[in-house]
């Protein structure tokens, strides 16, 4: 039980580059969300999936989508980088269904993505 | 949406006291606010939730209170130990009772100092 896997752990790019950040969980979770955390700003939830087939936007979406085929894999992809986009990305995944049953709904983040746009 | 307002953004307690952080949303519809914890270079991690149905928790040192009405929920650190030195996040959310839920909104974090 891996828990939540992000690859790369580092990245750097050239401005107007494209990749794909990957994030993948074995537990389950149909909730699978990117956050974007930079000093002085918190984390900012970029786009959200709460399960196969449906994803939206979250705070900060612009530049960014997002693809949700299967329950265990949630890619984030850039399309054209910015510098703007130089950020740690963490991936987090939770359990939708122990709303009901309990007071737990904590997320498990990744260990993140720190990304840079040169 | 939701926006959530975090202080102190920094700060240093001796050892052994207590330490208070708060926050305030403005969503009436969230329901759920959990606290994470993040050390240097590493993820966050969960360390207390509060639903609002419930005005008070506590586990071990840490506790979080809720007050609904004036949309304010707290964290309460007691007998702060070096190791407690790292940055808090709040957060709030709106889960329904389907199962549903939006995205958290965090708080901009708070760096908690523990001087020796």
């Known amino acids: 039980n891996a828990g939540v896997t992000q690859t790369p752990k580092f990245q750097v790019l050239k401005t107007g580059q494209s990749m794909t950040l990957q994030c993948a969980q074995d537990?389950?979770?149909?909730?699978m969300s990117w956050y974007r955390q930079d000093p002085g700003m918190g984390l900012r939830l970029i786009h959200y999936?709460?399960?196969?087939?449906?994803?939206d936007q979250g705070e900060v979406p612009n530049g960014y989508n997002v693809s949700r085929s299967t329950t265990e894999d949630f890619p984030l992809r850039l399309l054209s980088a910015a510098p703007s986009q130089t950020s740690v990305y963490f991936c987090?995944?939770?359990?939708?269904?122990?709303?009901?049953?309990?007071?737990?709904?904590?997320?498990?983040f990744g260990s993140g993505t720190r990304l840079t746009v040169v | 949406g939701e926006n959530v307002e975090q202080h102190p953004s920094t700060l240093s307690v001796q050892e052994g006291d207590s330490a208070v952080i708060k926050c305030t949303y403005s969503?009436?519809?969230?329901?759920?606010f959990p606290w994470y914890k993040q050390e240097l270079g590493k993820r966050p991690q969960l360390i207390i939730d509060?639903?609002?149905?419930?005005g008070e928790k506590k586990d071990q040192r840490i506790a979080v209170t809720l007050n609904k009405t004036a949309k304010h929920f707290s964290l309460h650190i007691t007998e702060t130990q070096p190791e407690d030195s790292a940055v808090y996040f709040c957060?709030?959310?709106?889960?329904?009772?389907?199962?549903?839920?939006?995205?958290?909104?965090f708080g901009k974090g708070t760096h908690l100092i523990i001087q020796p």
């Open positions: 987090a995944s939770s359990n939708l269904r122990r709303i009901r049953r309990t007071a737990v709904y904590g997320y498990t």
């Open positions: 999936s709460v399960g196969a087939g449906i994803t």
């Open positions: 509060i639903r609002s149905n419930v």
């Open positions: 969503d009436s519809a969230s329901n759920y």
């Open positions: 537990m389950n979770h149909e909730y």
């Open positions: 957060a709030a959310s709106m889960v329904d009772s389907g199962g549903g839920a939006d995205g958290l909104t």
